[in-house]
């Protein structure tokens, strides 16, 4: 479990790692000090706030811009100087869908497919089919849902060992996006692909992330393993009169009209609450993902 990471050395073991990633655009810097290492076979789900970073994050691992400091590696090179190999071993759908309108989606798919060693035609030809992307139409030409979903087909049929998805679900509608959640899932649990998703839906973490990372003001403020958020973190309430006793370390503190202080707080090392939980009077809420995300990112 990871709080507040401190700078970390990149990993080579992982298939995508980043270590002291910062990043600015005119307007101010957007990544500031990222340390995260997927582990071979995770689902690790990006969550955070529009506009917190997590395209940025993500286009800085693959080596699709190149951060102002900071390392990244893909299957242990440095991502800005990928060979040919290991990019056939990763699938990237980015949120917005590249050109390409001009082909229509056989044409795509048979076209990229030349590309990958482990193409499977079949599941391509068959998901066209089973998601209605009208085969013959344009791309240009389809709603942002059928390009996306078109993207998607083409990221799965390659068979990557690392695929990485920014906002796959942002134009999908439920059904769709339960689908392609459970074609993640599947490929994670039965090929052992790692996975990178980015997300606002905290109910797509809670489906397939094995893992989460919460980016928030351009540093990850949580990574940990998806299934220890319920036990490793809480909603301390103090009344008016104990507020002083606060912890100074929490993650979020929010000061209620009454002078009461919600807290969100985690586990020391020994596995206890802080101090002050144990205060006649103290309450300790258990917080379920999307309430540590609300209040976190508040
Ligand atoms: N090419 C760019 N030039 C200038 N500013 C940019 C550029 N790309 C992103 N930004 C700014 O950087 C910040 C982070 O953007 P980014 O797209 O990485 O966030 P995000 O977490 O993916 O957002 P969302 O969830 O809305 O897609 C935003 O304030 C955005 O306006």
Redesign the pocket.
């Known amino acids: 479990m990871n709080a507040q990471l401190a700078p970390a050395a990149v990993d080579t073991t992982s298939p995508l790692s980043v270590a002291g990633l910062r990043h600015s655009?005119?307007?101010?810097e957007?990544l500031r000090g990222v340390d995260l290492a997927l582990a071979p076979g995770s689902v690790l789900g990006l969550i955070?706030?529009?506009?917190?970073?997590?395209?940025?994050?993500?286009?800085a691992m693959l080596g699709l811009l190149e951060p102002a400091a900071g390392e990244a590696r893909v299957f242990g090179q440095p991502a800005l100087r990928m060979d040919d190999q290991a990019k056939a071993r990763l699938a990237y759908v980015p949120?917005q869908p590249e050109a390409l309108g001009w082909l229509t989606a056989t044409q795509l798919l048979d076209y990229v497919g030349r590309f990958y060693p482990g193409w499977d035609a079949r599941f391509a030809g068959k998901t066209l089919e089973r998601w209605k992307i009208p085969p013959n139409k344009l791309l240009a030409k389809l709603s942002p849902g059928e390009r996306q979903r078109v993207d998607l087909i083409r990221a799965l049929a390659s068979q990557p060992e690392l695929l990485v998805l920014?906002?796959p679900a942002?134009a999908l509608d439920p059904v769709a996006r339960r689908e392609l959640l459970r074609e993640v899932a599947l490929r994670a649990g039965e090929s052992g692909t790692t996975v990178l998703f980015?997300t606002?839906i905290v109910s797509d973490l809670e489906r397939i992330a094995s893992d989460i990372a919460f980016?928030h003001e351009g540093k990850l403020l949580l990574h940990c393993a998806a299934d220890d958020t319920k036990e490793r973190f809480a909603r301390l309430w103090l009344p008016a009169a104990m507020s002083a006793a606060a912890p100074a370390a929490a993650l979020s503190r929010r000061r209620h009209e009454d002078g009461s202080l919600s807290l969100v707080v985690e586990r020391d090392e020994r596995g206890q609450w802080p101090e002050a939980s144990r205060l006649t009077g103290a309450r300790v809420d258990a917080l379920g993902l999307e309430d540590l995300f609300v209040e976190v990112a508040e």
């Open positions: 655009y005119p307007d101010g957007v955070g706030r529009n506009g917190a970073g997590k395209s940025t994050l993500i286009r949120q920014d906002e942002a980015s606002h980016l």
